[in-house]
Structure formats: C-alpha cells, structure tokens
C-alpha cells in the first residue's frame, strides 16, 4: 500500500488553501500589461521612478513565489529557527503563507510584510486569516520604502524581498543593520537588480551569496 505523508504544507487547512491559490494566480490575467512590449516591460522593471504606476498596473496580477520557491522560504524558516522574518511585496499572500507556517511550527514570532497596492492588500490578509495566520503577521500598507523604515525587531531572521526589483538595495539598506549573523535573504529575481547583486556579491560585503534555482539570489550575513 503506497502510503502519503502530510507535511505542513499539505496540511488539512493549508494545502488545500495554498492549492487554491496556486491555481488563481495561475489563470490570472492583465490585458493591460499584456499589451506592453516586451522591451518597455524590461525597462518599467529596472526603473527606479516609474516602479508605484507600473505595479499599480500589475494589481490583477498574483506574482507569486513558486511552489519550489515556497518550500525553500518554508525549509529555511524552520531550519533556522526563525522568529523574525520581513517580507517585501506581499501581493495576494502565498509567500507570507509559507513563512507564517513556519513561523508557526517554531513556536511563533513575528512576520511583517509590506504591499504597495491596496487591493492586494485586502486579499492577502483574507489568506492569512484563512490560513489561521492572523496572529503572527503584520501587513504594511503603502511603500515599503516607508512602511519598513520604522517598528522592527532588533534582530531579523529571515528576509523575502519579492517586491519592485530596483528597489532591493534600498530595502537592504533599511534592514542590514538588524541581520543577525546568520541571516538569510532571498531575493527573487534578483537579476532585475543589479545595484543589489552587486552589493551583496562584493568581497567583504558581509555576505556570502550564491544564485539559487532559476530565478534567486540566496544570501547569507557573515558579519
């Protein structure tokens, strides 16, 4: 008899709910982007003044983590014992499920997340409570230039940066000084950052960082 065995992550409440998801974000569509070029796609991606209306153009959009992306995010959390993970880019919650089960097999903590579109914001925490993760997450409204800037931890486990890609090096410059040694961060699609892989990637940066799977930089604080 072949046997299956429950995890976390398929557990009665949230692999179904993560299933789900998975699912929406798939089907979901945005004539509007659609019918950019891919060059100018390219260029609202790296630009620093045009990422706020470019994103508001991608609230239809899920953006979603992968499910091999969300495993790591989970496998790491719980590996390292995190008690203090910051999101960057929530949209509709699939990451930060995956974080806040972590958080929740560690015993607790504390996960804030931060997503410029409203609308996205109101689904997202939808998911949480669904996910009977209300308790350990805090979603910040607006941008994350701002919202990460005040009210943290003293020490940050575990950092996702998966939000406007010109602006990693300014969310790690807001955080860096609470990196614990230690300290992971994942950057998804990282390539679309290059001030940022090239911060993390000098010698005596105070990271180790490898590029990771297809799309991440995985990167470690050493100091």
């Known amino acids: 008899m072949k046997m299956t065995m429950t995890t976390p992550l398929t557990a009665s409440t949230l692999g179904p709910l993560l299933d789900r998801l998975f699912a929406q974000a798939a089907a979901a569509t945005s004539p509007e982007i659609d019918a ?24 239809d959009l899920w953006l979603p983590v992968t499910r091999e992306t969300g495993r790591l995010l989970y496998m790491l959390a719980r590996t390292m014992n995190a008690r203090n993970i910051v999101e960057f880019g929530t949209s509709f919650g699939i990451s930060t499920l995956h974080l806040a089960a972590a958080l929740r097999n560690n015993g607790g903590g504390r996960l804030i997340s931060s997503e410029f579109e409203p609308s996205k914001v109101t689904r997202a925490r939808e998911h949480i409570a669904e996910g009977g993760f209300t308790d350990l997450v805090d979603i910040r409204e607006g941008d994350a230039v701002k919202t990460l800037a005040t009210d943290l931890p003293e020490t940050i486990d575990l950092v996702l940066l998966d939000g406007a890609k010109p602006l990693y090096g300014d969310i790690l410059a ?19 950052s290059p001030d940022y892989l090239a911060r993390v990637c000098a010698a005596n940066s105070g990271y180790l960082s490898i590029p990771f799977a297809q799309d991440i930089e995985l990167s470690m604080r050493v100091g």
Do not use: C, W
């Open 36 to 59: 950019l070029t891919q060059e100018e796609r390219e260029r609202l991606m790296h630009s620093r003044t045009e990422y706020q209306a470019f994103y508001s153009r991608l609230k």
């Open 174 to 192: 807001l955080l860096e000084h609470r990196l614990r040694p230690g300290a992971m961060i994942v950057a998804d699609n990282a390539d679309y």
